[in-house]
């Protein structure tokens, strides 16, 4: 069984290459818009938005070594105040900016993707259906124990994002409707650690973004609704945000050519790989 | 003119310290206005609610501190005896190499090694997730050991060539030397290293970060996950910089300094009280 | 009674005598286990050509040699701005300094020794801020402040270790140098520093050794996941100690995470390497 996983990943792999390789082929006009272009792009915030930054930024700096894309962590929060203060010249969210961000800072908000937020356990864990009650009752600290939501006998480790999180936000508005997060929960710094930290955790429940999920974590259904793009595209999964890139004032140069490749078809590809539903 | 120089960079390089400290109190300013440092004061950090209390941070940064010297400092001064005559004399050398080696392991190698290994191992012992204060303070102890090892080592050197003549005078043993003579005349040596131990323990960052679950709740239990100052400092340099968040930013870093100032007072304290008696 | 005692003690001395070596076995233990079998050239340059990366500079994707290449750079530019400040300040203290200057300078300088990485780090951080907001609006963080910082750090590593050299010198070498008519920088300058070398380049790899490992200072100050080798002084860049944080925390694949073990297995050869030429340097100076 095992090995049938292993070989069936391989497969998709090699299949993934080929297609991106063809997708590179079929895009060299796009990365066109960098031809000859010099200087850097210094990306931080939203942790959900890295693959898709990372692949861009391997795309854009292989075909053109002259242009310097670094990519940075650290959560919405940091990409607010990052892009606001002038230090990266583009900042993600993974939340919509509020209206004292874009006043204060004077920033452009760019969405290019859909994305829910889901949460995760994992893979041995038994419980395969959570109703938003019982989430919001786990986070509070009132469900202790698997047991209380038909799980095996063992306390529940509860793991959450720090504050600068959009997905922490996006999660705590829309599932947990504002309600408390206990204090006890571990905290962690991104949707990668989000990702590890659940799947090396038989007992572990937290959230993250739903192009983070695959075999090493699990995603129980949500009031019987399974968080997949399908059904976060057709509304029946809730809890859903975009992602933004923002920029102070309108983007110029480099910067500019960086979000509309994001935008444009190759970006769109690169996005709906990465797992995301792409918005153009 | 080579003297002028020599002396701006010492000057350079003394007021370096200084430069930090002003930099800390001038950023930690607008918590001195309106009841923003009583909010530090409290006990809860929940930054939605607009509770900013910086305590369970503080308590944690003390416990895990002194917690992991409990297990670090009997152990060094166990290494240091054994290297100096509680072992046999062919060993001490390989030993000391050996600790010098651990004292070159990366802080950020211990994390990677104990969250893979060690947490893992209390998460199976325990109901807890693993990342928690005695993963924390066993790693953190490990990390310490070598540095006081060093200098206790550098410690018991000079003293035993003071008294080498005096304890053969007397007929002791190598181990009667050691437990009679050595450790009760290096008293002084032995507190300035539980201290300086304390120091690195309290500064260390990366430990707590990766091992300690970074839940910001008063320690109050070994398998419940804690988060220091450090970490604290690591995890919020990344919110929003006019919000109240920010400002207990700088001050977790001035209490860390303050604290870092006390450990150095105390030192010198006790360096000068030995300096006036022998 | 006092036997007893004594039987006890040397029981605990031997239980924690023993327990180092198997810490130091147990910790290279695991990353050998964990980490050898990733240690190959994809691990360094991922799917770029080795030799393409290594001439022509071409982008090196999930491999560590830009975080190479990051560590090597800022510890180039640590060793450029501070050897010369600590070595410096050293010998001022060694020999000039008298008096209240002296007890001033040394508490200060004991007390930068004191200070914890992260707070050199939240410096960095502040001065940026600082920066922006005054004269050099364009000030951002980067390999050059992540140094600056560094530079902090293992400044009193320097001072401390160039001034014990010096002044562990026989009083002989001065007297030759007093009877040979030398003025005091002469003396220092032809006898003192070179009679000194060898401790304070021991000093020197130690500080190098701490540059190269520390993650706090570079968290706060310019080091970020990707950005290929360093592009200047002012770009962000990557670097050895981070990207094992980093993947610690982060790691998509088992693959990733072998790739973290394995990293911390270079960095840890680093260390070691570095600790192994000082010591050298100085078992030659005891020897002479």
């Known amino acids: ?280 | 003119m080579a003297a002028r120089l020599l002396y701006c960079a010492a000057a350079v390089s003394a007021l370096a310290v200084l430069a930090i400290l002003a930099f800390l109190v001038y950023f930690s300013l607008p918590l001195f206005q309106g009841d923003q440092l009583a909010a530090l004061f409290s006990w809860h950090w929940r930054p939605l609610q607009n509770e900013f209390g910086i305590l369970p941070m503080i308590a944690a940064s003390l416990a895990l501190a002194v917690s992991s010297m409990l297990v670090a400092y009997p152990l060094a001064l166990g290494v240091c005896c054994f290297a100096h005559g509680l072992g046999p004399d062919w060993a001490a050398r390989p030993l000391l190499v050996a600790v010098r080696l651990m004292s070159s392991v990366p802080t950020v190698v211990y994390g990677l090694v104990a969250a893979f290994s060690l947490v893992p191992l209390i998460r199976g012992a325990s109901s807890g997730s693993g990342l928690c204060w005695l993963a924390a303070l066993l790693t953190l102890a490990v990390l310490a050991l070598p540095t006081i090892v060093l200098l206790l080592d550098n410690q018991f050197q000079r003293l035993e060539s003071e008294i080498r003549l005096t304890a053969a005078a007397l007929g002791l043993t190598r181990v009667q030397e050691m437990l009679q003579l050595t450790l009760p005349l290096s008293s002084r040596g032995l507190v300035m290293a539980a201290i300086l131990g304390f120091g690195r323990a309290l500064g260390d960052t990366l430990v707590p970060l990766m091992l300690a679950g970074n839940a910001p709740q008063p320690p109050l239990s070994l398998l419940d996950p804690m988060r220091t100052l450090t970490a604290h400092i690591a995890l919020v340099v990344a919110t929003d910089s006019q919000s109240a968040a920010y400002n207990s930013l700088f001050a977790c870093g001035l209490i860390l300094f303050l604290l870092t100032v006390l450990v150095n007072l105390g030192l010198r304290r006790i360096r000068t009280g030995a300096t006036a008696h022998g | 009674m006092a036997d007893r005692q004594e039987k006890l003690s040397v029981a605990f001395a031997w239980l924690s005598a023993l327990l180092v070596p198997a810490l130091l076995a147990m910790v290279t233990g695991f990353l050998l286990r964990r980490g050898l079998p990733s240690l190959q050239v994809a691990l360094w340059f991922g799917d770029t050509p080795p030799l393409a990366a290594l001439l022509h500079g071409a982008p090196v994707f999930d491999g560590i040699w830009p975080a190479c290449l990051g560590t090597l750079y800022l510890v180039a530019l640590v060793a450029l701005m501070a050897v010369p400040l600590g070595v410096a300040s050293g010998i001022f203290l060694a020999e000039y300094a008298g008096g209240r200057t002296k007890l001033a300078f040394s508490f200060c300088i004991e007390l930068l020794a004191g200070i914890p990485s992260i707070l050199m780090g939240l410096f960095g951080f502040a001065l940026i801020l600082f920066l922006r907001r005054s004269f050099a609006p364009e000030a951002n963080t980067c390999l050059l402040l992540s140094a600056f910082c560094l530079t902090l750090l293992v400044l009193p590593y320097l001072i401390s270790s160039t001034r014990l050299a010096i002044e562990s010198l026989p009083d002989a070498l001065r007297l030759t140098g007093a009877s040979l008519g030398l003025s005091h920088w002469q003396l220092i300058r032809r006898i003192l520093l070179p009679a000194s070398a060898p401790g304070i380049f021991s000093g020197v790899i130690l500080a190098i050794g701490r540059a190269a490992e520390d993650t706090a200072v570079i968290l706060m100050t310019g080091v970020v996941a990707n950005a290929g080798t360093p592009g200047s002084l002012t770009a962000k860049y990557e670097a050895l100690p981070f990207h094992i944080y980093y993947l610690a925390a982060e790691y998509q694949s088992p693959a990733e995470l072998a790739q973290a073990f394995a990293t911390a297995l270079v960095l840890l050869a680093l260390t070691g390497l570095l600790l192994l030429a000082a010591r050298r340097l100085q078992a030659g100076l005891e020897i002479k």
Request: glycine letters at 12%; proline letters at 4%; aromatic letters at 6%.
């Open chain 1, 1 to 280: 069984m095992k090995r049938f996983i292993t070989h069936g990943t391989r497969c998709l792999t090699l299949a993934l290459i080929c297609s991106a390789l063809l997708a590179g082929a079929a895009a060299a006009g796009e990365l066109d818009a960098f031809a000859g272009k010099k200087g850097k792009i210094d990306i931080a915030g939203g942790t959900a938005h890295i693959p898709v930054m990372k692949d861009a930024a391997k795309r854009i700096m292989q075909a053109n070594p002259e242009i310097r894309i670094s990519v940075a962590a650290g959560g919405s929060g940091v990409g607010v105040q990052k892009v606001g203060e002038g230090l990266v010249d583009i900042g993600n969210t993974g939340r919509p900016l509020s209206d004292d961000e874009v006043a204060k800072y004077g920033l452009k908000s760019f969405a290019f993707a859909l994305d829910g937020v889901a949460v995760a356990v994992s893979p041995k864990n038994s419980v395969a259906n959570l109703t938003a009650e019982q989430v919001q009752q786990i986070f509070a600290g009132k469900i202790s124990n698997w047991k209380g939501v038909g799980g095996r006998d063992a306390a529940i480790h509860l793991y959450t994002r720090d504050e600068a999180s959009g997905t922490r936000e996006v999660f705590w508005e829309k599932l947990l409707k504002k309600g408390a997060i206990v204090e006890t929960a571990n905290v962690v710094a991104s949707n990668g650690a989000m990702k590890s930290a659940v799947a090396d955790d038989s007992d572990a429940i937290g959230y993250v973004s739903i192009g983070h999920l695959d075999e090493t974590i699990k995603a129980p259904t949500l009031d019987g609704v399974a968080p997949t793009q399908e059904n976060a595209r057709s509304g029946k999964y809730p809890i859903v945000r975009k992602l933004y890139m923002n920029t102070k004032g309108t983007p110029q140069g480099l910067c500019a050519a960086f979000i509309n490749y994001i935008m444009g078809p190759e970006g769109i590809r690169m996005t709906a790989a990465a797992g995301y539903l792409p918005l153009h």
